[in-house]
């Protein structure tokens, strides 16, 4: 899909809605992905028609009454590198770009943290392979706040363990700063937290006894409190 005209999204889900379905059986390959087209992609379309036109997406006015938009971690508004995506590339070729680049980076960053962990090249090949082509990488290649998250997992525990081997300040701080990448793309609030470090602490000011096995939403509620 990056370099034909073919798109990385699962458009027959089109077919369930009107008036699409007027003109189909309405036959789906897999429904699960819907949400890639009645959310993710009507999300990042108005956020590249507003970079576009020079304007930083704070409120969507389509949804509902309205919303906030770029208050939702969903839309990753502040994530740098889908930003640039989202600008560079038309929406519907967007989805393919980021899914290439996170899965690619996802894989280096594995490798990298296995050399980390001394294991061996031909393990830290094998290691970067499994986890850029594993099979939730796979599912949810069409949802970018997923895969955007799961990239960064590896290169954060990677400064995390160079920061205590050395005592680094400089790696606790990349640490922290890649950590800080990964809390924007956080998408889905009711999956529970399942691992913390420092930075995270220092960041956020929640202790990791308070915070494993929450849910991301109760911890914003709570923080609004």
């Not at 994530?79 to 996170?102: C, D, N, R, V």
């Not at 202790?207 to 911890?219: F, I, K, M, N, P």
Request: proline share 5%; charged share 15%; with cysteine.
């Amino acid at each position: 899909s990056l370099l034909t005209d073919r798109v990385m999204l699962p458009t027959d889900i089109l077919n369930t809605y009107y008036p699409w379905r007027h003109y189909s059986d309405g036959a789906v390959k897999n429904p699960a992905l819907m949400d890639s087209i009645a959310a993710a992609y009507p999300a990042q379309k108005y956020f590249h028609d507003s970079l576009a036109g020079g304007r930083v997406p704070m409120w969507n006015p389509y949804q509902t009454a309205g919303q906030p938009f770029a208050a939702n971690i969903q839309n990753g508004v502040f994530y740098p590198i889908q930003a640039l995506l989202t600008l560079a590339f038309p929406t519907e070729k967007m989805f393919g770009w980021s899914a290439f680049l996170h899965t690619f980076f996802a894989g280096l960053a594995m490798f990298m943290m296995l050399r980390v962990f001394r294991c061996s090249s031909a393990a830290a090949v094998l290691g970067g392979a499994a986890y850029m082509l594993g099979g939730w990488m796979l599912v949810w290649a069409t949802w970018p706040q997923f895969i955007c998250a799961a990239a960064w997992v590896p290169m954060i525990l990677l400064f995390y363990e160079l920061a205590l081997r050395r005592r680094s300040f400089r790696f606790a701080m990349l640490s922290g700063a890649s950590l800080g990448v990964a809390i924007l793309e956080l998408s889905e609030s009711h999956h529970p937290v399942i691992y913390v470090n420092n930075a995270f602490e220092r960041i956020t000011g929640f202790r990791e006894a308070d915070v494993l096995g929450s849910e991301w939403l109760t911890l914003q509620m709570r923080n609004a409190d």
